[in-house]
């Protein structure tokens, strides 16, 4: 099976522009989360999607969105880009404890550089 | 609040011997716990994970020990190889949270020869 994919996998912006991550889950999987990852505040939970809904979320600000399509693919957008949103964005795809699991499989990340 | 921490950043450990990576936690409601790897430019990678009803769980050359009193566990590698240097993150999620993970901090292990 392929694994998790996610692009670009580097980006640079500028200040107040918005910026869309994308991210293809395995196979199977109904569950996308995504994860900001700084050298500061290690990784931390942004929300997740499960069947086009977002199912949790974490304390992060409104500038922060995703959306989940019929396909599982996710997209997370971030509005009015600030210099501490300079991180790793991190997707995970899971089976969302479905036959008792709850590993999330992670892809490789997109860079973010906000100048 | 870090609820789940992993208070040693870095453990350097000889081919051959046992690593042993510690994470603690303050959430007694957590039920479900993980262990990544994670190398340079790469996403975590999924290692070995055990339910609280648990208190070991073994995969090859990793294991996991949960003590729920201590609210403490821990991650065995054995033999220790230098492939295995990587940063390590334990995980935790509540229940009814099948997706949100709350992650320690990491631990960078380093096998030397």
């Known amino acids: 099976k392929a694994g998790v994919t996610q692009t670009p996998r580097y980006l640079i912006k500028t200040r107040g522009q918005q910026v869309t991550l994308s991210c293809s889950p395995i196979?199977?999987?109904?569950?996308v989360s995504w994860y900001q990852q700084t050298p500061g505040q290690g990784l931390q939970f942004l929300f997740e999607?499960?069947?086009?809904?977002?199912?949790n979320k974490g304390n992060f600000p409104g500038r922060f969105s995703g959306r989940q399509f019929s396909n599982s693919r996710s997209e997370m957008n971030v509005s009015t880009l600030e210099l501490g949103d300079s991180a790793l964005y991190l997707c995970?795809?899971?089976?969302?404890?479905?036959?008792?699991?709850?590993?999330?499989?992670f892809g490789p990340g997109t860079r973010l550089t906000v100048t | 609040d870090q609820q789940v921490k992993q208070n040693s950043p870095s453990l350097s450990v000889q081919e051959g011997r046992i690593s042993i990576l510690n994470c603690d936690y303050t959430?007694?409601?957590?039920?479900?716990f993980l262990w990544y790897k994670k190398y340079p430019a790469e996403g975590p990678t999924f290692l070995i994970s055990?339910?609280?009803?648990?208190d070991k769980n073994e995969d090859g050359r990793f294991t996991v020990f949960l003590n729920k009193s201590a609210k403490h566990l821990s991650l065995h590698i054995v033999p220790s190889q230098p492939g295995d240097s990587a940063v390590y993150f334990c995980?935790?999620?509540?229940?009814?949270?099948?997706?949100?993970?709350?992650f320690g901090t990491g631990t960078r292990l380093q096998v030397t020869l």
């Open positions: 995970a795809s899971s089976l969302a404890g479905t036959s008792g699991t709850y590993e999330q499989y």
């Open positions: 196979s199977g999987h109904r569950s």
């Open positions: 999607y499960f069947s086009e809904t977002q199912r």
């Open positions: 959430n007694s409601m957590f039920d479900y």
């Open positions: 055990i339910s609280s009803i648990k």
């Open positions: 995980a935790a999620k509540r229940p009814g949270t099948a997706s949100k993970l709350t």
